[in-house]
């Protein structure tokens, strides 16, 4: 099974956000409005601008400190309005615990450069799958999304 078959709403509430992208790679990254990570949303809209055979998909969760406690509409209009995202927003969703959502339950033993595995730490963790729907990267949240190695990954997986 690919990821892309995992179902997941867009932020509007449409079904099969992910599905929509199948055959891309995808840069799944949990996302918040109130994180002092925040401000990476810039800097994953411009790598969505530079690469656009990949998707970057942003993925609210609310489970760390409660920074993002916003209503979907509070959260497309921040997105917009704060960062100029043009990138895909999905539904708001939990990473982690009892109610993880399916599709980090498929993400999270994927390793990152330090070995890591297992539950997100923190707002902005990011996942890389590539057009298969296989994870190729995990990248720790406070990683910068243009980063040398995010760049190299990217760069990798579109060139398939």
């Not at 690919?2 to 599905?19: C, K, Q, R, T, V």
């Not at 918040?32 to 530079?50: D, F, I, K, V």
């Not at 927003?89 to 450069?113: C, F, M, Q, W």
């Not at 799958?129 to 579109?158: I, N, Y």
Request: charge should be negative; include cysteine.
């Amino acid at each position: 099974m690919s990821l892309y078959d995992i179902g997941i709403a867009s932020l509007a509430g449409e079904p099969d956000e992910l599905g929509r992208h199948r055959g891309r790679p995808t840069l799944i990254v949990n996302v918040a409005s109130r994180c002092g990570l925040t401000p990476q949303y810039a800097g994953l809209e411009r790598l969505a601008q530079r690469y656009p055979g990949l998707t970057v998909l942003g993925v609210p969760c609310n489970q760390f400190a409660g920074q993002e406690p916003g209503s979907p509409e509070e959260i497309a209009e921040f997105c917009s309005a704060t960062y100029g995202v043009t990138f895909p927003l999905t539904e708001k969703v939990e990473v982690n615990g009892s109610g993880r959502h399916p599709l980090y339950a498929a993400l999270i033993d994927a390793p990152d450069a330090d070995g890591h595995t297992g539950d997100v730490r923190w707002n902005f963790e990011k996942f890389l799958v590539d057009a298969e729907g296989r994870v190729a990267a995990r990248f720790a949240p406070p990683v910068d999304p243009e980063s040398p190695e995010v760049v190299a990954a990217v760069e990798k997986v579109l060139a398939g």
